[in-house]
Nanobody, 116 residues
Framework: QVQLVESGGGLVQPGGSLRVSCAASGINFSLWTMGWYRQAPGKQRELVATITTGGNTNYADSVKGRFTISRDSAKTTVYLRMNSLKPEDTAVYYC??????????WGQGTQVTVSS
């Protein structure tokens, strides 16, 4: 059974930092592209960042230079470090595991709220 379990969300002030984690189980982690997506109230889910099996990263323009995605194969965990957070970063953040043309899995999401 595949599980993607996010953690680390919470309330942070504008300009602050937060790291969210996603622990994966039930998949061969090293074969999957991992990613973070987010969905704000009333908006569509959008890509935040992805990291391939080879460590190549891709970021949404809105988070470039502020967010960093990384993966730890030994811990089968993907991280998203978020710096200089803005109120518009407020959303539910979802972990994604993807193998193109094969399969895709989602976590349940973790709430990130940026507010003073």
């Amino acid at each position: 059974q595949v599980q993607l379990v996010e953690s680390g969300g919470g309330l942070v002030q504008p300009g602050g930092s937060l790291r969210v984690s996603c622990a994966a189980s039930g998949i061969n982690f090293s074969l999957w592209t991992m990613g973070w997506y987010r969905q704000a109230p009333g908006k569509q889910r959008e890509l935040v960042a992805t990291i391939t099996t080879g460590g190549n990263t891709n970021y949404a323009d809105s988070v470039k230079g502020r967010f960093t995605i990384s993966r730890d194969s030994a811990k089968t965990t993907v991280y998203l470090r978020m710096n200089s957070l803005k109120p518009e970063d407020t959303a539910v953040y979802y972990c994604n595991a993807n193998r193109p043309l094969l399969s895709e899995y989602w976590g349940q999401g973790t709430q990130v709220t940026v507010s003073s």
